[in-house]
Nanobody, 121 residues
Framework: QVQLVEYGGGLVQAGGSLRLFCASS????????MGWYRQAPGKQREMVAT???????NYADSVKGRFTISRDNAKNTVYLQMNTLNPEDTAVYYC???????????????WGQGTQVTVSS
């Protein structure tokens, strides 16, 4: 089973920074990509940043130039460095992994428990 544990959220003032961490369990599966998604109150969950096992990254337009996603494949860990935070970044941030369980026909998405990021004015 793919299990994701994340931490690093908190309360910061506008202009501040936070770094999120997410670690995946090890097992009989292959992780194709990992990423960060967020959901603000009353809003749909949206993609923030993703990274493939080969290191290709993708960012939401709203965070380009401010957030950086990275990963350590050997440790099954993904990070999100968030700089120049603003109140619009306030949300629950969820770690995501797209993985294929060995022996199954297709991949699936797995999610962390979420970590709250609150940016005050």
């Amino acid at each position: 089973q793919v299990q994701l544990v994340e931490y690093g959220g908190g309360l910061v003032q506008a202009g501040g920074s936070l770094r999120l961490f997410c670690a995946s369990s090890s097992g009989r599966f292959s992780i194709n990509s990992m990423g960060w998604y967020r959901q603000a109150p009353g809003k749909q969950r949206e993609m923030v940043a993703t990274i493939t096992s080969g290191g290709r990254t993708n960012y939401a337009d709203s965070v380009k130039g401010r957030f950086t996603i990275s990963r350590d494949n050997a440790k099954n860990t993904v990070y999100l460095q968030m700089n120049t935070l603003n109140p619009e970044d306030t949300a629950v941030y969820y770690c995501n992994a797209r993985a294929t369980i060995w022996g199954r026909l297709e991949d699936s998405d797995y999610w962390g428990q979420g970590t709250q990021v609150t940016v005050s004015s």
